[in-house]
């Protein structure tokens, strides 16, 4: 799915590491919710509540996800990573993601 059609979009940017990652959150009517963002090249390391599915819009990154090894993922791939998890990213090009909530 190229566009999103009927939702709302929170106007506040989330900003994280001084500026190199950020989103914008879209709400459906449904009650879900994704984000929409950037990520400059660099090394991250975020944690989840709810279990996610980042979908990699354009770019190159590797990931770490628990219990595994580092895997390279590019534009067009996507990753699941469980609630109350960490993980780490080695971000090597501007890349353009969709996460998407599923919840616990």
Request: charged share 20%.
């Given at each position: 799915?190229?566009q999103?059609?009927?939702v ?13 990652v950020?989103?914008?959150t879209?709400?459906?009517a449904d ?10 090249p660099?090394?991250?390391e ?5 279990k996610?599915i ?6 190159e ?8 090894g ?18 780490q ?7 353009d ?8």
């Amino acid at each position: 799915m190229s566009q999103f059609e009927n939702v709302t979009v929170v106007k506040a940017a989330n900003i994280y590491f001084d500026g190199k990652v950020s989103s914008r959150t879209v709400l459906f009517a449904d009650g879900s919710k994704k984000t929409l963002g950037l990520m400059l090249p660099g090394e991250y390391e975020f944690g989840t509540s709810e279990k996610e599915i980042m979908e990699i819009l354009a770019g190159e990154l590797d990931v770490c996800l628990p219990g595994t090894g580092w895997q390279t993922i590019q534009g067009g791939q996507s990753f699941e990573v469980p609630a109350d998890a960490k993980f780490q990213l080695k971000v090597k090009t501007p890349t353009d993601y969709c996460c998407s909530y599923l919840g616990k």
